[in-house]
């Protein structure tokens, strides 16, 4: 089962850094037939990743998007700002295997990218090996089940 048979839009965020990659990945979604959400932000004038991650990640919360897809310099800060909220698990990738991982292994429900250290040729690659890559679960799942702060013990 690919994770878009999940049958609700991608979501995609970015700051101005991610933006001009943002956009391609959206002319890619579009070309594939999917819908998307975008969260912003909508053009490469400088901005603050947090404005556009946590509205990504509450819809991601909501299950009004799944999967998304992040995009910042160096993908750490929105990356950061996305793993402050519990129902997400949101994997930075730059090349595909670390996507693959990221679904088989962690169930990451928003894939990061970092825009200024990979080509649009990988970044596509990402975007395609993380949507069809399926959770493996098993003790997969009892590591995850395990994430949250006060879970592990
Ligand atoms: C913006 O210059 C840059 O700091 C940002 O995109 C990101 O890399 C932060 O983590």
């Known amino acids: 089962m690919s994770i878009l048979k999940a049958n609700k839009p991608v979501g995609l965020c970015s700051d101005h850094a991610g933006y001009e990659m943002k956009s391609?990945?959206?002319?890619?979604?579009?070309?594939?037939?999917?819908?998307?959400?975008?969260?912003?932000?909508?053009?490469?004038?400088?901005?603050?990743?947090?404005?556009?991650?946590?509205?990504?990640?509450?819809?991601?919360?909501?299950?009004?998007?799944?999967?998304?897809?992040?995009?910042?310099?160096?993908?750490?800060?929105?990356?950061?700002?996305?793993?402050?909220?519990?129902?997400?698990?949101?994997?930075?990738?730059?090349?595909?295997?670390?996507?693959?991982?990221?679904?088989?292994?962690?169930?990451?429900?928003?894939?990061?990218?970092p825009a200024r250290f990979i080509s649009p040729e990988t970044a596509i690659n990402i975007v395609e090996t993380f949507f069809n890559t399926d959770f493996e679960g098993g003790r997969h799942q009892r590591r995850i089940d395990k994430i949250p702060v006060g879970k592990s013990c």
């Open 24 to 113: 391609l990945i959206e002319g890619y979604l579009e070309a594939q037939g999917i819908e998307y959400v975008d969260f912003g932000t909508n053009n490469a004038e400088s901005c603050d990743y947090p404005d556009f991650a946590h509205p990504c990640a509450e819809a991601v919360e909501r299950g009004e998007v799944y999967p998304a897809i992040a995009l910042c310099g160096t993908g750490n800060g929105i990356g950061m700002t996305l793993n402050k909220h519990q129902g997400i698990r949101a994997a930075l990738c730059w090349e595909p295997e670390l996507a693959r991982l990221a679904r088989a292994h962690n169930d990451a429900n928003i894939v990061v990218l």
